[in-house]
T-cell receptor
Framework: DAMVIQNPRYQVTQFGKPVTLSCSQT?????MYWYQQKSSQAPKLLFH???????NEADTPDNFQSRRPNTSFCFLDIRSPGLGDAAMYLC?????????????FGPGTRLTVL | TQLLEQSPQFLSIQEGENLTVYCNSS?????LQWYRQEPGEGPVLLVT?????EVKKLKRLTFQFGDARKDSSLHITAAQPGDTGLYLC??????????????FGQGTILTVHP
């Protein structure tokens, strides 16, 4: 059974047209993360929510925003996508932020910017 | 500065061969996770190791966590074409300003030829 679900799996948008990616989880985990992954590279953390507390990474562009309306759902908003934002976007969850806790990833959303 | 050095970056072998992927750091990690990722999919967790010197086996895969919790290795015995994929090590540190953020190695692209 899928535990971390991402929709859509593939998203095509136009340069500058806002886009929203969705993540939901059935694990009831407190922490949800968004990563950006470019081809054959390691995932790069954009931000995470610890419950309702939003934590942005220092080098995440302002173009990227996130919302977490409840425990199960988290959204990634890209306000004005550029060609350089084309990537795989991964959502992950963990029960806590303690260092021995495991992160579980969703299948990802592949974003194409035309 | 890359906190986790993963090597080799690329590995191309024949079916039946053995291989080892290394993940090294000068930092101590509270836990280390290994993921396997196929093209177009999210990383799938293989194992989490938390104790120095720990060895875990998953069928033909053997994972080791160094005694000092600074390094780890993944050994695959008798590789099969189905093992092909991107292998990622990722560690979580404790202490300081870190909240247990997952730090990824660069990844190893493994190709197993029939």
């Amino acid at each position: 059974d899928a535990m971390v679900i991402q929709n859509p799996r593939y998203q095509v948008t136009q340069f500058g047209k806002p886009v929203t990616l969705s993540c939901s989880q059935t694990l009831n985990h407190n922490v949800m993360y968004w990563y950006q992954q470019k081809s054959s590279q390691a995932p790069k953390l954009l931000f995470h929510y610890y419950d309702k507390d939003f934590n942005n990474e220092a080098d995440t562009p302002d173009n990227f925003q996130s919302r977490r309306p409840n425990t199960s759902f988290c959204f990634l908003d890209i306000r004005s996508p550029g060609l350089g934002d084309a990537a795989m976007y991964l959502c992950a969850t963990s029960n806590t932020r303690i260092p021995t806790d495991t992160q579980y990833f969703g299948p990802g959303t592949r974003l194409t910017v035309l | 500065t890359q906190l986790l050095e993963q090597s080799p970056q690329f590995l191309s072998i024949q079916e039946g061969e053995n291989l080892t992927v290394y993940c090294n750091s000068s930092s101590v990690f509270s836990s280390l996770q290994w993921y396997r990722q196929e093209p177009g999919e999210g990383p799938v967790l293989l194992v989490t190791v938390v104790t120095g010197g720990e060895v875990k086996k998953l069928k033909r895969l053997t994972f080791q966590f160094g005694d000092a919790r600074k390094d780890s290795s993944l050994h695959i015995t008798a590789a099969q074409p189905g093992d092909t994929g991107l292998y990622l090590c990722a560690g979580r540190r404790a202490g300081g300003t870190s909240y247990g953020k997952l730090t990824f190695g660069q990844g190893t692209i493994l190709t197993v030829h029939p």
